[in-house]
């Protein structure tokens, strides 16, 4: 048994669960197709780094024709992401345990997604570690490839270093245009879905920025 089902099986998460909601991605090869993913042609969204899952179960259960996967690294919050799912009310979501960068992108067929939804990011808030961050030009150049004509990008950061640098990288790359005339907002994408880490920040202090980008990449 591998580590992750190990994780599971000790949280209790049932096995039926387990093998409804979880994708192993090394399946699909070269291509992580969502019509094989999802069976059916609707449009889909990922969600990076979903946390304990509280976003991607309230979005997919008022969205049951729309396809959520997420995508999440640690063993632990996958587990507390299938306590959030519920297999008849969240039919429509996927859940793989990976680290997204370019070789998880590079998986995803081109022009695929609809949205992109990436809420509180690993900051690595020392200048030694701004290399292991998410977002950086790269990244970005290969993302706009996934999205479909007029797909989106959804950002939000408290990090206020990274949110100058998320803003610098998406200004620097003529396939994106920000939605906000400043670069970004203060008021929550979805305020009735707060996330963990939202919460917790702005319970701190730390109120994030909200970062929205249109993709031109036809
Ligand atoms: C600060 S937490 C934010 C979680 C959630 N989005 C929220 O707002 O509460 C960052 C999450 O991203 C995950 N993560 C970090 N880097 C990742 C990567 N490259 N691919 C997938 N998940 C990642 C972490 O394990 C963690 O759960």
């Known amino acids: 048994m591998d580590k992750l089902h190990k994780v599971l099986n000790n949280k209790n998460i049932p096995q039926l669960k387990q093998r409804f909601f979880l994708v192993d991605s090394q399946n699909y090869g070269k291509s992580l197709s969502f019509k094989d993913i999802f069976d059916n042609q609707n449009q889909s969204v990922l969600e990076i780094g979903c946390g304990r899952g509280e976003l991607i179960s309230g979005m ?4 049951p024709q729309t396809n959520y996967l997420g995508v999440e690294l640690s063993l632990k919050r996958i587990a507390s992401i299938l306590r959030n ?6 039919s429509n979501v996927r859940i793989i345990n990976s680290k997204v960068d370019i070789n998880f992108l590079s998986l995803i067929p081109d022009f695929s997604l609809q949205k992109v939804i990436i809420l509180h990011p690993d900051p690595w808030p020392k200048k030694k570690h701004h290399k292991n961050r998410l977002i950086n030009q790269t990244f970005l150049e290969m993302l706009s490839n996934k999205l479909t004509g007029s797909g989106q990008v959804l ?13 610098e990288c998406f200004a620097a790359n003529d396939q994106y245009k920000s939605q906000y005339e400043h670069g970004f907002t203060r008021a929550p994408f979805w305020p009735e879905l ?3 880490f939202e919460v917790k920040m702005i319970k701190k202090g730390f109120y ?6 249109l993709v031109f990449n036809h």
Request: glycine residues 0%; hydrophobic residues 30%; proline residues 6%.
């Open 60 to 63: 997919s259960e008022a969205n």
């Open 85 to 90: 799912l519920d297999i008849n009310q969240n």
């Open 155 to 167: 950002i939000s950061t408290d990090d206020h270093n990274y949110a100058q640098v998320i803003m």
């Open 194 to 196: 707060p996330t963990h």
């Open 208 to 213: 994030p920025y909200y970062m929205k980008y």
